[in-house]
């Protein structure tokens, strides 16, 4: 009943840019912080950015100066501005959020942490 979609993957060369967009739909009370991770083929999951309620940005050292993390409370979605592309920004990008909504026919609010189903990005050298 929540859904979290990423868009915005692809293939780029590198020095070029990406922009990814997370969309969360459902009957939403609140989005808490709304992070995002990238994992590259035979690595583990690692959170790169993230943005919380209070406006508070937090990037990965990695992508430090690279990558701006902003989100639109109005339309309860997350964006990752990605420039300077680097081979080993590759992976599969992951959005994820904390959030509250009501569940269909109940009378008390959900809360939890949920996925996106992740977007693609190549980067060729």
């Known amino acids: 009943q929540v859904q979290l979609v990423e868009f915005g993957g692809g293939l780029v060369q590198a020095g070029g840019s990406l922009r990814l967009s997370c969309t969360v739909s459902?009957?939403?009370?609140?989005?808490?912080?709304m992070r995002w991770y990238r994992q590259a083929a035979g690595k583990q999951r690692e959170l790169i950015a993230t943005?919380?309620?209070?406006?508070?940005?937090n990037y990965a050292d990695s992508v430090k100066g690279r990558f701006t993390v902003s989100r639109d409370n109005a339309k309860n979605a997350t964006y990752l501005q990605m420039n300077s592309l680097k081979p080993e920004d590759a992976g599969v990008y992951y959005c994820n959020a904390d959030l509250s909504y009501w569940p269909i026919g109940a009378v008390v609010k959900r809360s939890g942490n949920y996925w996106g189903q992740g977007t693609q990005v190549n980067v060729s050298s």
């Open positions: 943005t919380t309620s209070g406006d508070s940005l």
């Open positions: 459902g009957r939403i009370f609140s989005i808490g912080a």
